[in-house]
């Protein structure tokens, strides 16, 4: 089973990861796929630190493919604010995943530069850090054909640290915001020595957009829809990801949501509750409705967010 659920996920993240893998020496560790990224915008643009008007910090946790044996587990911190100068902001971002017998973090510090620009603040990001990843396959009676000298594909391999850098901008009123980021300037590829060499290429960059308004029926109904786009340059340049997502919002304190992933086909329904002014927690459920739904029962993400400070409360929403 566990060699039956590695193959799979091996397949699916070739097609649905932020950078596709072309040939046996490239590198790449793509993107985890969260649901509730809309109320953490640093984990896709580095541009969203500060936007919040405060001290801003952020969990999150997710089990892909619930069901599945060794399925991939995410995890996420992050903390971001703006700074006594208003116009920058600093964040830190962690993001630790667990899928078969690889365990990978990825650490980032995230810079923004913010103008005011109309109604709204136009913002500027840069990302910089590394992702660390180690794949191990433990030597029993049935696993062990899979580090078989014979099968080079699944040998144990050395940890890799790949540094990389990121960048975004990010616009945000108190009525609608739009995002556009690079997660990843460097590739990686290995070498006929085994080492893994940085390289830039403008084919290779995954592009994400980002956009959204809000509507107010009236002071205790709002709908807030939004829409994310991953677009990949790399080979035969096609969207990797689209989520079309919408929530609807009962007196700043209730967060009904839905998306629909057309990537993996998959329907998403959220629930996150403001328990008072500083405090959210969110809950939401994937239901795949194409090919993994024969074998997955889901997947299901807990986000836990807490403002540090007054600047947001009850009386002052921040919607994006």
């Known amino acids: 089973m566990r060699l039956i659920f590695f193959l799979l996920f091996t397949l699916v993240a070739t097609e649905a990861s932020g950078q596709s893998v072309s040939d046996s020496t490239r590198i790449s560790l ?3 796929v969260y649901s509730q990224y809309i109320q953490n915008g640093l984990v896709i643009n580095p541009a969203y630190a500060g936007s919040r008007g405060a001290l801003s910090a952020f969990l999150s946790y997710r089990m892909q493919w619930m069901g599945i044996s060794g399925s991939p587990v995410f995890q996420s911190v992050s903390l971001h604010t703006p700074m006594k100068n208003d116009k920058v902001a600093l964040g830190l971002l962690a993001q630790f995943m667990q899928f078969g017998f690889t365990r990978s973090t990825s650490v980032y510090a995230n810079y923004a530069y913010r103008i005011k620009l109309g109604t709204g603040k136009l913002s500027f990001g840069l990302k910089a850090g590394m992702d660390m990843s180690n794949t191990v396959y433990p030597n029993n009676d049935v696993d062990r054909f899979l580090t078989s000298p014979n099968d080079p594909v699944f040998t144990n391999d050395k940890p890799w640290i790949l ?3 990121g960048a975004g901008v990010y616009y945000f009123s108190d009525r609608i915001f739009a995002g ?8 990686y590829r290995r070498s006929a020595t085994g080492k893994l060499v940085p390289y830039h290429s403008f084919s290779e960059y ?4 980002t956009g959204g308004g809000l509507i107010t029926f009236s002071d205790f109904v709002k709908f807030k829809p939004s829409v994310l786009i991953n677009y990949s340059f790399h080979d035969t340049k ?11 919002i009962l007196g700043d304190l209730i967060w009904i949501g839905a998306s629909w992933r057309t990537s993996e086909q998959v329907a998403v329904g959220i629930l996150q509750v403001q328990i008072n002014p500083q405090l959210m927690f969110g809950f939401s459920y994937d ?4 090919r993994m739904s024969s074998y997955s029962k889901g997947s299901s993400e807990f986000i836990l ?10 009386g002052n929403p921040r919607y994006f």
């Open 163 to 165: 540094p990389n850098v």
């Open 238 to 248: 096609k969207v990797n990801q689209l989520d079309l997502n919408g929530n609807l």
């Open 206 to 209: 995954d592009i994400l957009l």
């Open 287 to 290: 239901n795949p409705m194409g």
């Open 305 to 314: 967010r807490y403002e540090f400070g007054y600047k947001v409360s009850a």
């Open 30 to 32: 793509g993107y985890p």
């Open 180 to 187: 556009l980021s690079v997660p990843a300037f460097l590739s």
